[in-house]
């Protein structure tokens, strides 16, 4: 029962995609296909959220019917999960009929289960948040986010969260990694002990419907009530897999057994949403919890807050055009885009864009690091040996750094499954330093030049097993560079899984290996 199901938040359809989303897809994909190379079957689910007032008001700006507009809009994320070679095995729009029929069912055993009453929202309400705030939340007559607030008073149901917060504490405990990481959970603990929506001991109850508007999924049996954007949006959780149908396999596979999972990667923005009203809105409605919320921080530009007003979005294409201006095919490009995100800093901190940053990183890491290693060697064996690998089981010298090598495999799945991308990725930067100093160490350019062509083998071949292992690591981050690495190194297709970095699975005596190619371009203005 090795299942695995993580999906990424669905996104706004009011703009065109950013770094931000890019960033959280990305993430998303290299999990899940981390998960898959240890034999895990992945559901990976990402889309679109095509509801609520603020998509509605961004159509009619561009004189669009809200669907019209969400079409177009909802194409381009589809798109771009393309251009980043995402892995994900659904794309959900909300505005599909699978999803408003899950999203309706699921209303409908909050409300069987008594947990929904009819009453009058008066308070503030951002519409570029799509949230409710109180009085006391907010700064300088703004929502804590910066985001505009409007006063609203008009007839809705409610969700009773306030009934929840014993047991959203006890999940807390009972689940200490429910929410990722630490440093976030304490937040979210915080607030529901005690935080700003906190009165007089319980949470609030959470309004969710809407009668101002009509761009929603309808609420069951009641005219004029539109979903809360939020209840509608969390249940594509569910509507993917099939949910109100708990029997749909997908359900049973990727909800109701699995290990550690369902995972949901969000940013820090939307924390409160996932760690407190989703679980409490599944508790309520009776189906399982899932397993954890990641939440990871904001990308800021040069040192600046992304924003639109600003004029600083960074969007991923221009990027990877950026890319190709300093010498990148278009894979490369996005293998480039997709290891800086996640290498130059901690899943879980906010993080700073700027391109000479990246252009340093990837050059000392990839182009220098690795690509030299990889690109001095095959070449030697190619040209030297007939691209042959020859018996190095026996060669006493090689083994320490062979041992560092097969152990790369635990050290790395240790910081993956923590979400430690940057930890997984420093250990095979330096295992790759490892592999380079001895190669300077051994000198094989010399042995050629002495006549000592036995003991150069043995070095080269040694190394080019090293680099096996190395490049099956690095598959989930640069999935088309790894395979160009595996592909010169012939590694069979079917032993490319995380198991096989081990010396039971070592290139074997007289395999060869294909003509080396350039795999890791050092980024110059050309
Ligand atoms: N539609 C909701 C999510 C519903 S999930 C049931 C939403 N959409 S969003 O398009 O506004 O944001 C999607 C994701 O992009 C969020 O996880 C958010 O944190 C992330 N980012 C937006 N700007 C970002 C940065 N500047 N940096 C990193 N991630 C950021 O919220």
Not at 24 to 47: N, P
Request: proline share 4%; glycine share 4%.
């Amino acid at each position: 029962m090795k299942n695995f199901y993580i999906t990424s938040p669905i996104y706004y359809v009011n703009d065109v995609p950013h770094i931000g989303h890019a960033y959280t897809s990305i993430s998303c994909d290299v999990m899940a296909r981390f998960k898959r190379l240890e034999g895990f079957d992945v559901h990976f689910l990402t889309g679109t959220d095509e509801h609520g007032q603020k998509v509605e008001k961004s159509a009619l700006s561009r004189s669009k019917t809200p669907q019209e507009f969400c079409d177009e809009i909802s194409a381009k994320f589809r798109e771009l999960a393309q251009t980043l070679n995402l892995s994900n095995d659904d794309f959900i729009r909300t505005t599909q009929e699978r999803h408003k029929k899950c999203a309706q069912e699921f209303w409908r055993r909050l409300e069987q289960n008594g947990w929904i009453y009819k009453s009058v929202y008066e308070g503030w309400y951002a519409v570029r948040d799509e949230a409710f705030y109180g009085e006391d939340e907010l700064v300088n007559g703004k929502a804590p986010t910066g985001a505009e607030v409007e006063w609203h008073k008009e007839e809705s149901y409610f969700f009773k969260l306030s009934a929840f917060q014993d047991k959203l504490l006890a999940l807390y405990e009972a689940v200490p990694d429910f929410i990722q990481p630490e440093s976030k959970r304490n937040e979210v603990v915080s607030f529901v002990r005690g935080g700003k929506d906190y009165v007089k001991g319980a949470l609030r109850d959470l309004s969710i419907s809407r009668t101002s508007f009509s761009w929603g999924v309808k609420v069951p049996d009641v005219e004029n009530h539109v979903m809360y954007v939020w209840l509608d949006a969390l249940t594509n959780y569910l509507s993917a897999l099939g949910f109100p149908d708990e029997n749909d396999p997908l359900m049973q596979k990727f909800w109701c057994n699995t290990v550690d999972s369902p995972v949901h990667v969000v940013g820090k923005d939307i924390l409160r949403f996932h760690a407190v009203y989703w679980p409490a809105f599944l508790m309520a409605a009776q189906i399982p919890l899932p397993n954890k919320v990641y939440a990871h921080g904001w990308w800021t530009n040069e040192g600046q807050k992304i924003s639109k007003s600003v004029g600083n979005v960074i969007d991923p294409h221009a990027e990877l055009e950026w890319l190709k201006t300093l010498g990148c095919d278009a894979e490369q490009a996005v293998d480039y885009f997709r290891y800086f995100l996640l290498r130059e800093v901690p899943f879980g901190n906010d993080g700073d864009y700027n391109r000479k940053n990246f252009t340093t990183r990837i050059n000392a890491e990839l182009a220098n690091n690795i690509g030299n290693l990889g690109q001095r060697i095959l070449s030697m064996i190619h040209k030297n040996n007939d691209g042959k690998i020859v018996d190095f089981a026996h060669f006493d010298d090689g083994k320490e750094l062979l041992d560092k090598a097969y152990k790369l495999k635990d050290e790395f799945a240790h910081e993956m499954d923590k979400f430690a991308f940057d930890l997984a990725l420093e250990k095979v930067v330096n295992f790759a330093r490892a592999c380079n100093h001895f190669v300077d160490q051994k000198a094989p350019w010399n042995l050629k030049k002495e006549n000592r062509l036995e003991e150069m083998n043995l070095v080269l071949s040694t190394v080019a097993e090293a680099l096996r292992c190395l490049a099956i690591a690095l598959q989930p981050f640069v999935p088309n560079l790894a395979k160009r690495l595996l592909d010169i190194l012939n590694v069979n297709e079917k032993q490319r899984a995380l198991k096989f970095i081990a010396a039971d699975f070592a290139l074997s005596t007289n395999h060869k290996i294909n003509e080396p190619k350039g795999v890791f371009p050092r980024l110059e203005a050309k």
